[in-house]
């Protein structure tokens, strides 16, 4: 996955932005536990970026 990701960041037009490091986790198998652990605290805390964003 990590190959494939910078493989596809090659194809992408960053000029005028910084290209983030592309590299495998380590948080391993806790990974489920910890994301469903920090939902709650995200969403009273940090700021909603989807609101406003209509798909379709």
């Known amino acids: 996955m990590v190959e494939r990701g910078r493989a ?3 194809r992408v037009d960053l000029r005028g932005l910084i290209p ?13 536990g910890l994301g469903a652990a920090c939902a709650p605290i995200f969403a ?5 970026t989807h609101s406003g964003v209509s798909t379709g």
Do not use: W
Request: net charge negative.
């Open 8 to 10: 596809g960041l090659d």
């Open 44 to 48: 009273q805390f940090l700021l909603d």
């Open 20 to 32: 983030p490091r592309i590299e495998a986790g380590a948080v391993g198998g806790n990974a489920r």
